[in-house]
Every structure is written in structure tokens, then in C-alpha cells.
């Protein structure tokens, strides 16, 4: 009798231990629909989104359109993944927590035209929203993918489908950068292959890369977290999962000091984005070489004054004010602090050597401006060493000029003391704008900074 209820107890052990592993799998079971070709993945805690603040979680109601969060039917205390694959898809990963009321969300939306009403396929319903990003969901797991166009949308179905099907050994966990991902803390976290961003954009973190580096090699990890009514504040760091790359960009991120700040209120708070760090140029100028695209555009600079011996004088402060990005309205207004400027000893031979149909003529004491009848550009040293240059005389001496509407004192705080920063308006870029502005609310600034 002993050893029958032995066995019944050791039994009821056993389940109840089965039982919770097999809990503990299945909240993280929706992770295996993330595909492990994977070269871009971000987290976002919506959680830790809605608990900030009764703005955000309105927002974040408006933004799945429902009053009461619960009745969508995603577990929304489990993150959100979003996802971009090697040929370029980006799709989005999130856990159901209930599958009849999730069909009956999509149905709801259906009604007021934001989608299409669900359909079955095998044991998996898809719906199309807004004709553009087509979406299939289990018991509990939601992907969606898009933009996809309609003859394509079949297509995509079925890469959902598959998804939904795949185990752990076919995602992206247990991989390097999913581990990478869930070792940062922040509302929203990100890790990236280089290669998954546009090169304006990727260029910044790949300095001090040997100049042949695989891209894909050159990851970027980010921790983003929205300060209310200030700002989303990015702080990333540049890396690679190859030790002698990653010595190369550990090495080269030892250059950067950190932001006086000399500049920072010099940059208005209408302008599309702002570069500030602070370097010793003799030192930067080689890191600027090392990368493809910066090495370029040195070149381009160089047919028409010594770029290079200018960047070389630069002992401090640096920044780079872009006013706007329209298309008439792209030249952006450097400034620096120099240690000497022996580069104007060079400005005659300049003349000399311009390239038909442009010149370099005088506007002021050590001031100059080169015109090739479509496009001019005026840069200058003062009496106390500062570089200073813009597409007109007036947005030159703005760029060493305190704005009369500058960026807030609490941005300009988070600049300070940073060894790079990166600002710009998110209502300047309108895609970003599209992606991310219905979760920010009154937000219309981001501010990357380097770890």
C-alpha cells in the first residue's frame, strides 16, 4: 500500500514538475517564430511603456485601437519583437494570450475598414490590414510582415505560416545576438547588423572598422527609453562578435572625449539633426579614413580645399548642424574648435588649383567662400580659433552663434558630457515619423549617445 501511494505521490511530482516546465517553455515559445536569418531584431516592453505615464498608455490604447488593453488579445506584459530578415522583410513577433479574442479584434477592425476579415488555413487565421501588412496567428503566436504589395501577399502567407510552425533550433534564440538583445535593459532594446541601415546612418557607428570588414560583422546594440515630454533617449554601443573587429571599433571609440558642450546651443530646435563630439583631429582624421564612406566623401571634399588639414586642427568641440534635409536645403553648418590654423597658410594655392568653373574668393578677415555658380559654401577661422562654415554667410556664423530658439536646456544637458551625440526631429524624417511617432505623443526628438 506504501509503494502504491509512493508512486501515486512521485507521479503527481512528476506531473506537476512537467506542468511547469512546460508553462515556463510556452511563455517564451512565441520567440521561435522569429526567423534566425534575423540581421536586424528589436524588443520593445510594452509594459514598461504603458506604466510610464497615463499619456503612454492612452497612446498605447489609441494605437491598437481598443478601451480596455485586455480585450486584443496579446499578452502585452510579453515583448513585442520586430524583425528583419537578409532579404529585407520586416515583420513583427507578440504573444496571444487569447486566440478567440484576438479573431475577434481583427473582426472588429475588419468592420471599420482597417482590415480584412480573418480567414482559416489549417490550424492558423491571416488577415491583411490596410492592404498592406499581412498578419497570421496561432493559439500563441501573432506575426505580422509587411509593407507587402497585394501579388506578393499569398507569398508572404505562407513564410508566416512557416514561422508559426518553426522550432527553437530554426529561430534566432539561442543565437549570439538574441542573447545580445535580452542582456539590455530599456523600454525598448535593439541589436543590428550594420547592413541593416542605411549607410548615412550606419556609417557614424562603423568608424574605426578595418576598412575590410565584412559589414555584417559590425553590429549596433541599443537601449531606447522615452523621457517624457523631452525626448527618446538612445543609448548604443558599436560592436562585433569578431574579437579583431571588435578590438579595431573598441580602440577607435577611445578617441572620442567627452562633449564641452561649446556648441550645443548653437543648433536650433527646428533643425533636422545635429552631430557633437569632441576629438583630437590629428588622431580622428585616420579613424575617418579607415571607413569606406567617410574616405569618400573626404575625396569629394578634397578636389576643393584641404579637408583633411582642417580636421587635423581640430582640438575640441565639433559640430555638425544639418538645418534641413529638403532637397534645396542640404548644406550642413560645421563648426570646431581649432588648435592652430595653419591650414589658411594653404587657402592662394586653393585658388589656384579649383576646378573649372568654380573659385575660392574673400568675404572677411580669414573668411572664404567657394562657389561653382550653383552651389556656394562659406567657412572661416575667428580670433579665437573656432572653425566656422554654412551655404550662406549668416548660417556660418550661426554655427558658432547661440540660437536665439536653441534645443531645450534639458536636451542640451543630455548632450553634455557624452563622447557622441546624435540629434535629430523625428518630424523630419517621415518615415521614422510613420514607424514610431503614434508611441512617442508629444515626443518630436531622438538622442543617440554612445556607451
Excluded at 478601451?67 to 499578452?75: A, K, P, Q, T, V
Excluded at 580622428?284 to 578636389?303: C, K, Q, R, V
Excluded at 579649383?354 to 567657412?379: A, H
Amino acid at each position: 500500500m506504501k509503494k502504491i501511494v509512493c508512486k501515486i505521490y512521485l507521479s503527481v511530482l512528476a506531473c506537476l514538475a512537467l506542468t511547469v516546465f512546460l508553462s515556463s517553455c510556452s511563455n517564451n515559445d512565441y520567440v521561435n517564430a522569429i526567423p534566425d536569418n534575423s540581421i536586424a531584431v528589436v524588443a520593445v516592453n510594452l509594459q514598461d511603456l504603458a506604466a510610464d505615464g497615463d499619456d503612454n498608455l492612452a497612446q498605447l490604447k489609441s494605437l491598437i485601437m481598443v478601451d480596455n488593453i485586455e480585450e486584443c488579445g496579446l499578452d502585452v506584459s510579453r515583448k513585442i519583437y520586430v524583425f528583419e530578415t537578409a532579404d529585407g522583410n520586416i515583420g513583427c513577433v507578440a504573444k496571444v494570450s487569447d486566440e478567440k479574442k484576438l479573431d475577434s479584434w481583427f473582426n472588429r477592425l475588419a468592420e471599420k475598414g482597417y482590415c480584412k476579415n480573418t480567414s482559416k488555413r489549417k490550424k492558423l487565421r491571416f488577415t491583411v490590414i490596410r492592404n498592406l501588412v499581412v498578419a497570421g496567428f496561432s493559439s500563441h503566436t501573432l506575426v505580422a510582415m509587411g509593407p507587402v504589395l497585394p501579388f506578393r501577399q499569398q507569398e508572404i502567407q505562407k513564410r508566416i505560416a512557416s514561422y508559426l510552425g518553426q522550432d527553437g533550433d530554426k529561430s534566432i534564440k539561442g543565437s549570439p545576438i538574441f542573447e545580445k538583445l535580452e542582456s539590455l535593459e530599456g523600454q525598448i532594446t535593439m541589436v543590428a547588423q550594420a547592413v541593416a541601415l542605411p549607410d548615412q546612418f550606419a556609417a557614424p557607428f562603423s568608424l574605426g572598422a578595418p576598412k575590410d570588414a565584412d559589414p555584417s560583422q559590425i553590429m549596433l546594440a541599443a537601449e531606447l527609453n522615452i523621457v517624457p515630454h523631452v525626448c527618446l533617449e538612445i543609448k548604443g554601443e558599436t560592436f562585433s562578435f569578431n574579437k579583431t573587429i571588435d578590438s579595431a571599433l573598441k580602440e577607435s571609440a577611445t578617441s572620442l572625449r567627452p562633449i564641452e558642450g561649446k556648441y550645443v546651443g548653437c543648433m536650433p530646435a527646428s533643425a533636422a539633426a545635429g552631430v557633437f563630439l569632441n576629438i583630437d583631429g590629428k588622431r580622428f582624421i585616420d579613424i575617418l579614413h579607415s571607413s569606406a564612406y567617410f574616405s569618400a566623401l573626404l575625396a569629394g571634399m578634397n578636389t576643393v580645399i584641404d579637408m583633411d588639414n582642417i580636421i587635423r586642427s581640430v582640438d575640441g568641440d565639433m559640430s555638425i548642424v544639418i538645418p534641413d534635409f529638403s532637397a534645396d536645403n542640404t548644406k550642413p553648418r560645421l563648426a570646431a574648435q581649432l588648435a592652430d590654423k595653419e591650414f589658411l597658410k594653404d587657402v592662394d594655392y586653393w585658388k589656384e588649383s579649383c576646378p573649372d568653373g568654380s573659385q575660392i574668393d574673400d568675404w572677411g578677415k580669414n573668411c572664404y567662400f567657394y562657389t561653382d555658380g550653383n552651389v556656394s559654401y562659406y567657412f572661416g577661422v575667428t580670433d579665437d580659433m573656432q572653425f566656422f562654415s554654412g551655404g550662406s554667410p549668416d548660417d556660418a556664423r550661426q554655427s558658432i552663434t547661440k540660437d536665439s530658439a536653441p534645443l531645450s536646456e534639458e536636451l542640451q544637458k543630455r548632450i553634455v558630457g557624452q563622447r557622441m551625440c546624435i540629434v535629430f526631429n523625428v518630424s523630419s524624417l517621415s518615415i521614422v515619423n510613420d514607424l514610431i511617432g503614434p508611441l512617442l505623443g508629444d515626443i518630436s526628438t531622438v538622442v543617440y549617445s554612445i556607451k
